[in-house]
């Protein structure tokens, strides 16, 4: 019986760009305790220079209570950056994790699913 099946991988991949009038930071892994120190370190070094942010989340697979918070605080540092944060492409499980823990309604104008980014 093998245990790597049961042991998921940990990683977070970023991937930053310009879109229309935004910087996009798509997610691509998990968002954990061990991964969210790397997300809010980069999405932070960039709410300075910017005004509208948007975390696409199509290709993050897991996010625990840390990436919860770490979601919460970006989005509290971003409106003291007076940066618009938005979040995109929930799956149904993250979507279901912000609704039972009320914080969707924080994001609810942009946590919208179907939409793709290039």
């Given at each position: 019986m093998s245990s790597d099946t049961s042991i998921p991988t940990l990683f977070l991949n970023l991937h930053i760009y310009a879109w229309e009038d935004a910087t996009v930071v798509r997610c691509t892994g998990r968002l954990t305790a061990e991964t969210s120190?790397?997300?809010?370190?980069?999405?932070?070094?960039?709410?300075?220079?910017?005004?509208?942010?948007?975390?696409?989340?199509?290709?993050l697979g897991y996010m625990d209570s840390s990436g919860l918070g770490t979601l919460v605080g970006l989005y509290i540092s971003a409106k003291g950056a007076q940066c618009e944060l938005e979040l995109h492409n929930l799956s149904p499980r993250i979507r279901e994790l912000l609704s039972i823990t009320n914080v969707l309604s924080v994001f609810e104008t942009c946590g919208r699913t179907g939409m793709r980014l290039p």
């Open positions: 120190p790397r997300l809010k370190t980069e999405v932070k070094a960039l709410l300075p220079h910017i005004r509208r942010l948007i975390l696409d989340l199509s290709e």
